[in-house]
């Protein structure tokens, strides 16, 4: 049964870099069968997808944070990391890691889910 | 871009039936996912591929897919079905993932 953890640093400077990384247990992070994917969640807001990794190398990020975004494995250690650049007070959330069942060379849905890690960007 | 719609609370007494929409352009079309939230928790998957239940969801939740909205029922509702849900789908023309912007279960 996959289970998945994040961690790295609570708070981070604005225009630094926030670093997360997720370890998966259970199962293989080069699956054919999943994705690995980052999802926030603002405090008392909704879920945003962030972007999703494939085993192969293949990357797909939400459009609205392409531009800070990277999404990477490291099959050694079975965890996949999400760096997000040029921070400023929007990007406090807690940040999930999750595994997407993939169909078809497609993206389905999101299960399991990690607990969630709050990170807060502020001087 | 793709978006998905649902109401920002529904609240039903205990027993009785709820019904939680997700309004998109041709949602019927796609594949929906829901997620039920408690506070303070991740989101946990309760159905998938608009009506089929992972190992552990009771059968009270159910879902329907058709036109432009997709449903997530949930009979005889209990206090601890108190959550936010989310609807979720996949937009092949985008090949983005898009998120309702949830539903807030309140049970009177």
């Known amino acids: 049964q996959l289970q998945l953890q994040e961690s790295g640093p609570g708070l981070v400077k604005p225009s630094g870099t926030l670093s997360l990384t997720c370890t998966v247990s259970?199962?293989?992070?080069?699956?054919?069968?999943?994705?690995w994917a980052w999802i926030r969640q603002p405090p008392g807001k909704g879920l945003e997808w962030i972007g999703n990794f494939f085993y192969s190398g293949r990357t797909n990020y939400n459009s609205s944070l392409k531009s800070r975004v990277t999404i990477s494995v490291d099959t050694s250690k079975n965890q996949f990391s999400l760096k997000l650049d040029s921070l400023t007070a929007a990007d406090t959330a807690v940040y999930y890691c999750a595994t997407i069942i993939r169909i078809a060379s497609r993206p389905y849905w999101f299960d399991p889910w990690g607990q969630g890690t709050l990170v807060t960007v502020s001087s | 871009s793709y978006v998905l719609t649902q109401p920002p609370s529904v609240s039903v007494a205990p027993g009785q039936t709820a019904r939680i929409t997700c309004g998109g352009n041709s949602i019927g079309r796609k594949a929906v996912h829901w997620y039920q939230q408690r506070p303070g928790q991740a989101p946990k998957l309760v159905l998938y591929?608009?009506?089929d239940r992972p190992s552990g969801i009771p059968e009270r939740f159910s879902g329907s897919n058709s036109g432009n909205t997709a449903t997530l029922t949930i009979s005889r509702v209990e206090g601890g079905d108190e959550a936010d849900y989310y609807c979720q789908v996949w937009d092949g023309i985008t090949d983005h993932v898009i998120f309702g912007g949830g539903t807030k279960l309140s049970v009177l």
């Open positions: 591929d608009d009506n």
């Open positions: 259970g199962g293989s992070i080069s699956s054919r069968n999943y994705y």
